[in-house]
Nanobody, 125 residues
């Protein structure tokens, strides 16, 4: 069974950092891309970062440029999202999802499945 499980969310003050983990199982990790998305209440799901495990290519959303980074550990079958300089507008439920071998253009959600259950990130003082 293909599974993705997010962890690492929590409450953090503005300017702080968090590292999210997406632990995967049930498929050949190096053959797929993994994307991170977020969804705030009342807003559309937004693509944050994506990494193609086959070649290390990454894509990111403009709202996180220079603040977030993505990394992948094939030995652990896990993808990490390092979030620095967090802002209140980063508050959302963060999801990871498996894509095709490459990161789809424009984070098209139609090309991501399955999804994890999500982890809440709250940025507040």
């Amino acid at each position: 069974e293909v599974q993705l499980v997010e962890s690492g969310g929590g409450l953090v003050q503005p300017g702080g950092s968090l590292r999210l983990s997406c632990a995967t199982s049930g498929f050949p990790f190096d053959d797929y891309a993994i994307g991170w998305f977020r969804q705030a209440p009342g807003k559309k799901r937004e693509g944050v970062f994506c990494i193609s495990n086959s070649d290390g290519h990454t894509d990111y959303g403009n709202s996180v440029k220079g603040r977030f980074t993505i990394s992948s550990d094939s030995a652990m079958n896990t993808v990490y999202l390092q979030m620095n300089s967090l802002k209140p507008e980063d508050t959302a439920v963060y999801y990871c999802a498996r894509a095709t071998i490459l990161c789809p253009p424009d984070f098209n959600v139609a090309h991501f499945a399955p999804w994890g259950q999500g982890t809440q990130v709250t940025v507040s003082s």
